[in-house]
Structure formats: structure tokens, C-alpha cells
């Protein structure tokens, strides 16, 4: 009777072993399930925004555009499948998570800055990524220089609806998953990953179509982050950094490596990234505070490349105006040769050469009015272009110290032409001490011609004498006319020269006989006078040489 009893008894534990270990064996095998669904879906989510990071951002700023809210997006699993992000099995309402506790996956984006301290970030709206209302995402806002502010891309992939998974099955679920971006919310709205290895405060989302009504016992995994990018599945930024030294920066060949019997020593994958050179997509080089003291000190460099072949203009619309143009933009220096020019600045283009030649038409947009541009010269700084006022409209001119065209020094070309009357003066140019080169002396000069004479009393003309004196910072310029010998009566009581006026006609005798000294001063040599004002001008051209 005994051993009877203790038969019932044994056998009873057994059973209850029994039960117990195929219970644990069943919850092992879902939390497995359920934890694979979770990283597939994961990736999915991962490969969906880095592939299409671009245009879901345009994709946000349209939604807060058309809603006047905020920039925040759902997309379900059926729009990441029917992109090719995910099988088709893999939909809402068809996985081991929906068959278990009713739940489903949903991924939210939303726009955020990335100088935002704030935890958690503030969404941005529509007027704050287009301050300009230019009708698109502000260009300095996406251009990879955080210097002038940056909008990213802050995505998390969440679990909704259904009941609450008990805390002693998600958080093994998450650490199921091999994955250091996966996270389950226990209490509030904070996602905590496999052994609390991170900590991610989901509310920036809360109020978004998709957002959990109870985020307690939901999923929640990090996809995007601002200023880390797009994370894979190590939970590492899939952005290459300096510091990595990544033997395929830009990935070009990668897909080869995913044939398992090919690895980075097979021929194929040696010819791919020896030979194809092709980038399909933007390159952004981003400085950055690599010492974390809040001032940028590492600015990226290309060097080497002796020339950048720009595309053609490109019509994407189909209109006949192409609207795709090659450009460089944001440029601050141009060094040439042994040249260290230094970094430059935001309000100017340094050319820092020792010559510089332009070819075609050079065409100046813009405008420096209300400013002088400056040149540098061995005499100082000089103006390059001055605002002067011509009628009642302001106008730059701009001119310049030195321009050669072949063997021809354009330099010495005329600065100013003036029309003046015997005895005016014209200011001298301000003239550089030498050329940009330093191999040429620069100093003012001036040409003077004669521009229209004519006799008061209709002598013959024989020769003209136009010049300039030199008075220090002016010229004065004379004009003077010979008419045949003997044909004025003057003394040189004044000068080398009679006065304008002084060489009067002799009535009944133009001619004034060599041997008669009361009727001025024969002395057999043709006779010079300065034209008066009503009666001559010369013409007078100024330049630095």
C-alpha cells in the first residue's frame, strides 16, 4: 500500500515537471518567434529610410505643410512590403506578435533639428524647415554642414494596439532579438534596450497617427537618430565616419559580398572596386567637434584631385528648360600650387594665386553697393570698385590693377578721356605703387592732343603744340598754335609764351617787314601763341602705366 502511494506521488511530480517544462519550451518558442519578427521587421525599417532618407524627409515637410501641424509621418508594413522592404508574409496583422497579443508594427518619423538639446526633441513644423516659404525644405537646412543647422530624421519603429506584453516576456523578447537598438517599454513612454543597454524617451512622437494609445508593454525600436543617421543592425550608425577606416566607404560593391562563396580577395569583388567608379548619390562631408568642446576644429578635405568634371544641365520635368545645373556652392577658397590659403570665411571668395585667367565673357552678378571692394597692393589697400551716382541712379564701377590678353598688357589702357580748354586741370589717377606681379612700376600719366583750333582772324595754321604741366597731385594742360612768321605783334614779358589773345592783326600789313621794329618783334621765324578759350580744346587721356 505504501509503495503504492509513493508510486501516485513520483509519478505525480513527474508530470508536473513534465507540464511545466513543455510550458517554458512553448513560451521560449514564441518569445524566439516573435523576437525574429521583431529584427526582420527592424531591418526592413532600417534599409527603408536610409535607402529613401531624402525623400521622406520632402515627405514630412509636405504632411506638415498640408496638415499646419507638425512634421510627423506613419508608414505601415504594407508600404514598406510593397516598396520591397519586407516579404509580403510580414504584413499587420499576420505575424507571430498579432497572433499573440494582438499587436502590430507601425514606423514613425518625424523632423527634428540637430542642434535641438532637448529630450525629447521638439518636431518641427512647416514654417520652421522653410522660414523662407519657398514652398520646400530650406537648402542651408539639408546641405551636411551642421555650422548653419541641420533638419535629420528622428524614426522609431513601435508596436500598437492589442495587450500589453507582461514585462517577463519582452524584455527576453528584445535581448532574442541580437539586436542593441531594440527596446521595450515597461512603464511610461520610455523604451529601454536588451539589459538596459539604452535608454529612449518615445513622447517626441506622441499625438502622431500610429502613436500607441498605451505605450506600457509595447515595443519600441530605434531606427533614426539626429546626428547619428540611419543605425543598422549592430545599433551603430551606418554613416561612415573618419575614424572607421572602412575598406568600401560608399558600399559600391558591396552587394557581391552577400554570395556567400565570395568574400573581399575574390577576383569579382577586386574588379568591382578597383575598376567602378561611379557614385550614385550625394557625398557629404561634414565637420565636426572632435574634442567635444563646442567648437568645430575638424573640416574635411578632398585632396589630390587635379580636376571636378561637372554634368551637363539635366531636364527632369520633360519641359525643354533644364532644371538639374552643375554647381559648386559654398566655396570659400581657391589656393593654387604650394599656396596654404587657410580657411577662409562665410562673406567672401579668397582666390589666393598667383595668377588668375578667365576665359569667355566674364560676367559680375550681384551687387557691393554701398561698399568699396578692396584690392591688396604692395601700396596698401586700394579700391577695387566704387558705387558712384550717374543722374539720379547709383552705379558700381569696377576696374582693375592688371589684365593680360595674350602678350597685350590691358593695363595701360586709358582710365579717363577729358575735353578741356587751355590752361584747366585734371586730377591725376590713384595708381597702385606696382603691378599685382610686382614687375612693373605704376605712376599716373597723361596724353594730351589737340581737339579743335581755329584762328580769330583767319591766319594760316602751321603747327599746334598741345601738353600738360605737372602740378603735384594735378595736371594742367596748354594749347598752343603757330601761324606764319612775323604775324603778331607780343612781348615775352610773360613767360615763354605770349598770353591767350596777345597775337593781334596789323591792319594794312599782315605781314610785319623784318627791318621795322616799331611794328613788333620780326625776328623771321613763324610766331606762337596760346588759343584762348573761345577758340581751341584739347583732349586729354589719363591712365596708370
Not at 546626428?227 to 543598422?232: C, H, I, M, R, S
Not at 551606418?238 to 558600399?251: I, K, S, V, Y
Not at 589737340?450 to 601738353?467: E, I
Request: glycine letters at 12%; proline letters at 6%.
Amino acid at each position: 500500500m505504501l509503495e503504492g502511494i509513493l508510486y501516485l506521488g513520483l509519478a505525480s511530480s513527474v508530470i508536473g515537471f513534465s507540464a511545466s517544462f513543455i510550458i517554458q519550451e512553448q513560451r521560449r518558442q514564441e518569445e524566439i518567434l516573435v523576437a525574429r519578427e521583431f529584427g526582420l521587421v527592424m531591418q526592413g525599417a532600417q534599409n527603408f529610410v536610409s535607402t529613401r532618407y531624402d525623400q521622406i524627409l520632402d515627405e514630412l515637410y509636405e504632411e506638415a505643410a498640408l496638415s499646419g501641424g507638425a512634421a510627423v509621418r506613419r508608414y505601415t508594413l504594407e508600404e514598406l512590403s510593397g516598396l520591397g522592404f519586407l516579404p509580403t508574409s510580414f504584413l499587420d496583422g499576420g505575424g507571430a506578435l498579432d497572433r499573440l497579443y494582438g499587436q502590430e508594427f507601425r514606423l514613425l518619423t518625424r523632423a527634428v533639428l540637430v542642434s535641438d538639446t532637448a529630450v525629447p526633441r521638439q518636431t518641427l513644423s512647416a514654417a520652421q524647415m522653410d522660414p523662407g516659404g519657398q514652398g520646400a525644405i530650406a537648402a542651408d537646412l539639408i546641405d551636411g554642414d551642421p555650422v548653419n543647422e541641420e533638419v535629420q530624421i528622428e524614426a522609431v519603429l513601435v508596436s500598437a494596439g492589442g495587450t500589453p506584453v507582461p514585462t517577463q516576456r519582452g524584455a527576453p523578447i528584445t535581448t532574442r532579438t541580437e539586436r542593441s537598438n531594440a527596446g521595450f517599454i515597461e512603464t511610461g513612454t520610455e523604451a529601454r534596450g536588451p539589459y538596459g543597454v539604452f535608454s529612449f524617451d518615445v513622447s517626441g512622437f506622441a499625438g502622431a497617427d500610429g502613436y500607441p494609445a498605451d505605450p506600457e508593454g509595447r515595443f519600441a525600436a530605434i531606427v533614426a537618430l539626429a546626428g547619428f543617421g540611419v543605425l543598422d543592425a549592430s545599433g551603430m550608425s551606418t554613416d561612415p565616419l573618419p575614424e572607421l577606416n572602412l575598406e568600401d566607404a560608399f558600399r559600391r560593391c558591396a552587394g557581391i559580398l552577400a554570395d556567400p562563396n565570395l568574400d573581399e580577395n575574390s577576383p569579382l569583388y577586386l574588379e568591382c572596386r578597383d575598376t567602378t567608379n561611379g557614385i550614385y548619390g550625394d557625398i557629404v562631408l561634414v565637420n565636426h567637434d572632435s574634442d567635444g568642446d563646442g567648437v568645430i576644429n575638424v573640416f574635411p578635405t578632398i585632396t589630390g584631385p587635379t580636376r571636378i568634371s561637372m554634368s551637363p544641365p539635366v531636364d527632369t520635368t520633360g519641359d525643354g528648360t533644364p532644371d538639374v545645373v552643375s554647381a559648386i556652392e559654398n566655396l570659400r577658397v581657391i589656393g593654387c600650387g604650394s599656396v596654404a590659403p587657410g580657411t577662409g570665411s562665410e562673406a567672401e571668395l579668397l582666390i589666393d594665386c598667383a595668377l588668375t585667367r578667365t576665359t569667355g565673357n566674364l560676367i559680375v552678378e550681384g551687387t557691393v553697393l554701398g561698399r568699396e571692394v578692396l584690392l591688396e597692393t604692395s601700396d596698401g589697400v586700394v579700391p577695387l570698385a566704387r558705387e558712384v551716382t550717374l543722374g539720379a541712379e547709383s552705379e558700381v564701377q569696377v576696374s582693375a590693377d592688371r589684365f593680360l590678353m595674350g602678350d597685350t598688357d590691358l593695363s595701360t589702357g586709358i582710365y579717363d578721356v577729358q575735353i578741356l580748354a587751355s590752361g584747366e586741370t585734371i586730377a591725376k589717377p590713384e595708381c597702385p605703387a606696382t603691378t599685382p606681379d610686382g614687375a612693373f612700376e605704376m605712376q599716373p600719366r597723361i596724353y594730351v592732343l589737340p581737339a579743335a583750333y581755329s584762328d580769330p582772324d583767319g591766319r594760316a595754321t602751321v603747327g599746334m603744340r598741345a601738353f600738360a604741366q605737372d602740378e603735384g597731385a594735378q595736371w594742367r594742360v596748354r594749347l598752343y598754335q603757330y601761324v606764319a612768321e612775323d604775324f603778331c605783334t607780343f612781348s615775352f614779358s610773360s613767360g615763354p609764351y605770349p598770353a591767350p589773345g596777345s597775337c593781334g592783326f596789323v591792319a594794312g600789313n599782315p605781314r610785319n617787314p623784318e627791318n621795322d621794329p616799331a611794328l613788333g618783334n620780326p625776328d623771321g621765324v613763324s610766331d606762337a601763341y596760346e588759343v584762348s578759350t573761345d577758340y581751341g580744346r584739347v583732349m586729354a587721356m589719363t591712365r596708370c602705366f
